[in-house]
């Protein structure tokens, strides 16, 4: 436990470095944050297709890449940078989808499958088209921009509900009620 407070300050006070523009400090952030980055990509590239050609390891590459450019972020915390890099993994697999459907002109989109346990769960645990989950996120944050965040950091970014919790500032037990209202609600609206 005491490690992991030490690791969590050591990644605040190298967040607040590179902020600054020490470099150093990146490749030392790197260092601390990307086996957890790509457990986190890893655990959702697994839902992906068979023969899906972005990998786990390109995905926290290009969010890395992507978090680079985020300097103008006043970052508060390692749930923060897991956070913001869960945002960035979810545009990166909503372009890379949109994409690869540009490429087919007009093919099919890709269909993820959510099981009930770990994702927001169909009936029948059938696949979920990753497009039309990402609109309906979107129109979920027209009406509850935090259930729709939450859906985002669970799902996309493989954060806890503690953690979760941790980065929006509320309860876990408030975490808990909206993540199964937002996966309820986006049930009916996928089926």
């Keep these: 436990m005491a490690e992991t407070i030490q690791n969590a ?3 605040t006070l190298l967040l607040n470095q590179w902020k600054q523009g020490d470099a ?4 030392k952030l790197t260092q601390y944050v990307y086996d957890d980055l790509k457990h986190r990509a890893a655990s959702y590239m697994r839902n992906q297709r068979p023969g899906h050609t972005l990998q786990t390891t390109g995905l926290v590459h290009e969010a890395f890449i992507r978090l680079i450019d985020k300097n103008e972020i006043e970052w508060q915390d390692r749930q923060h940078f897991m956070a913001v890099a ?3 993994m979810r545009n990166i697999i909503i372009d890379y989808a949109r994409q690869r459907n540009r ?4 093919g099919k989109n890709n ?3 959510l ?3 770990n994702y ?9 088209n990753l497009i039309d989950l990402d609109e309906a996120l979107k129109r979920l944050a027209s ?3 935090r259930q729709s965040k939450i859906v985002e950091l669970k799902y996309f970014g493989g954060l806890t509900l503690e953690e979760i919790g941790g980065v929006l500032g509320i309860s876990t037990a408030t975490v808990k009620r909206d993540w199964n209202i937002a996966r309820a609600w986006l049930r009916q609206q996928l089926e």
């Design 9 to 11: 300050r050591e990644i």
């Design 86 to 88: 869960s945002v960035v």
């Design 143 to 145: 009406f509850d921009e």
């Design 115 to 117: 099981d009930e346990a």
């Design 111 to 113: 269909d993820v499958p």
């Design 120 to 128: 927001i769960g169909t009936k029948g645990n059938s696949p979920v």
């Design 24 to 27: 150093e400090a990146f490749d």
């Design 103 to 106: 490429d087919k002109r007009g």
